[in-house]
């Protein structure tokens, strides 16, 4: 499949899952230009970098998927999955 210029952050709390999406995302030629396993890490990723997607669980082992969405979106509203 052709490569997308859409760039995706993927992240997850559980690194099984997050590998599964990550593939996923892959196959439909989509770009991932940030992964991560931690809240903190999304945050931080997605304020810096500005990914046109987020993708992301809820249960991360330092809080909530989607208070840290609302973070983001406080700052720099980002499509979210």
Known sequence: MKSSSISVFVGHGD???RLNIERAVQQIGL?????????QLLVDFCLRTLPDLIITGVDYPDGNGIDALIEVARHEPRPAI
């Not at 770009?31 to 809240?39: A, D």
Request: cysteine-free; aromatic content about 0%.
């Open 31 to 39: 770009q991932i230009t940030g992964r991560g396993h931690t809240r």
């Open 15 to 17: 690194n099984d899952a």
